[in-house]
């Protein structure tokens, strides 16, 4: 696994060979209608040129994804990855931390070294940062030439960075599957002993009962989510993240929505989805 100050190094030797990339993507790619585009950046400011919808199913992209979605859907799997593939917001997080520790001979220590952003490069996470928005995160940590070079590590594409990775790779993304190239797997188990047991199983790892519970301990949500290094804070210290009150890991409470959502600002989400979804023909699940 390398260290954090070797990320940097690694990108600039191999930043000509990008283009290596540029090949063929199947899915069309549109842009959102304009007046809806409008609506959308009044509230996500993140983004300044417009959202795109892409194939079929027109899943939803900030306008950097054209630029690097034939990267994702070429880039080179090799047997030896270990890839997360998930909704977000669905435990991803513990989940990383859990699959590297397993992979890695429950090495805590190394763990809490190195954060789980330099552990597992996220695959599109490039996407979400637009040149101006990137522009205004360089003047606002002027101040630090460490924060800026983090900023500019952060917004480059991964994909070329991953293909010269020696080492086993573990890789998160939250695209779809039909985006990603072939021959991926994802599964998912709900307790986290039995979960342990079943991704050791995967790895080929053979960790005693007693080590497992350790392992179900440090992935605790009281202990997690005092875990700094899987806490993006990293993303904090440069203002990309916005600390909230309850931090990146929250609760990891089935429901806890509720104690946030009070019947009035229940209604009003409800009314404001109903409104925006009516000329399309995605729902969500009814309960």
Sequence with gaps: MLEADEVSSIFRKYESEKDEFKREFPFEIKKLEDSINKKLLKDFTGERTGFLQVGKHKWFFPSEFKKQAAEFYNFEVRSSDVWIVTFPRSGTTLTQEMVWLLANNLDYRKAAQIPLTVRYPFLE?????????????????????????????????????????????????????????????????????????????????????????????????????????????????????????????????????KNYFDTDLNKKADEWIEENLKNTDFRFPSI
């Design 125 to 257: 996470f490039s996407c979400f940062i637009h040149p101006e928005t990137k522009s205004e995160f360089l003047e606002e940590n002027k101040h630090s030439k460490l924060h800026c070079e983090l900023i500019e590590e952060i917004a480059e594409p991964i994909c070329t960075y991953l293909n010269h990775l020696k080492e086993k790779r573990f890789i998160k993304t939250h695209l779809p599957l039909n985006l990603l190239p072939k021959n991926l797997l994802t599964a998912g188990c709900k307790n986290l002993k039995d979960t342990i047991i079943k991704v050791q199983d995967f790895l080929g790892t053979n960790h005693s009962e007693k080590e497992i519970e350790i392992l179900a301990d440090h992935l605790h949500i009281d202990n997690f989510r005092n875990n700094s290094s899987v806490n993006f804070d990293i993303l904090k210290n440069l203002g990309i993240l916005i600390d909230g009150d309850g931090g990146f890991v929250r609760r990891g409470k089935s429901g806890d929505w």
